[in-house]
């Protein structure tokens, strides 16, 4: 499983969950699961999600999103 972040393939278990809001094009949102390394946590964590933010208005990470079924 890929952390959704850096994207570097890891075993389930070796990644955190964590849940964040995510808005859609339309203006609704949704609470969805994201799962992060635990260098990316730290991260997310330290810069208040600034990373994760600007990639989640990404139209590439939207369409993962779907392929992966979150959205």
């Known amino acids: 499983m890929k952390c959704m972040l850096c994207e570097e393939d890891f075993e389930k278990e070796e990644l955190m969950t964590s849940q964040a809001k995510f808005s859609f094009d339309d203006g609704k949102e949704k609470v969805i699961d994201i799962y992060?390394?635990?260098e990316c946590l730290v991260e997310t964590a330290t810069t208040k999600g600034a990373k994760l933010k600007k990639k989640f208005k990404s139209d590439a990470?939207?369409?993962?999103l779907k392929e992966w079924g979150i959205i």
């Open 36 to 38: 992060l390394c635990p």
């Open 61 to 64: 990470f939207k369409e993962q």
